[in-house]
């Protein structure tokens, strides 16, 4: 399995908020690039089983994902779909710090050093877009 791991620091976002956001999957066609929709199908206390559709390069794929939530971390993995295997992580380390996963295999036949091109590349902007939503809800939530 490839995987891409990156630690950043935001001090302006409430730690909490932050897991939200990347837990509330029903929302990433809005703001996520690339997801075109989500459905939950199952939803638990801590816990949701949520189908996804998502493109890249020109493809679509179809892929459900079970994902976890505790005080802080939420964490996510395949369990059907378009991939051989897929997980991830968002941790909250203390002091402001995080740490986000992410590891894939396709289960087709592509180079691997072009699935883990495309991991470090996305994590960036992954990282980038949950933030901006989080300070999103910071602001409708002080107005």
Request: no cysteine; net charge neutral; aromatic share 12%.
């Amino acid at each position: 399995m490839y995987s891409a791991t990156k630690e950043f620091r935001d001090a302006e976002v409430d730690p909490q908020r932050l897991l939200d956001v990347v837990y509330d999957v029903e929302d990433y066609p809005e703001f996520v690039k690339g997801v075109r929709s989500v459905t939950v199908q199952n939803r638990g206390e801590h816990d949701l089983v949520a189908r996804f559709e998502a493109g890249v390069g020109g493809m679509t794929f179809d892929y459900t994902l079970f994902v976890e939530r505790t005080e802080t971390e939420v964490r996510w993995r395949r369990i059907k779909g378009s991939f051989r295997a897929s997980e991830g992580s968002m941790v909250f380390l203390g002091e402001g710090k995080f740490r986000y996963r992410n590891a894939m295999d396709p289960g087709f036949a592509v180079p691997g050093f072009a699935v883990q091109f495309v991991l470090e590349r996305s994590l960036p902007r992954l990282i980038k877009e949950f933030r901006r939503r989080a300070r999103e809800r910071a602001t409708e939530a002080s107005s």
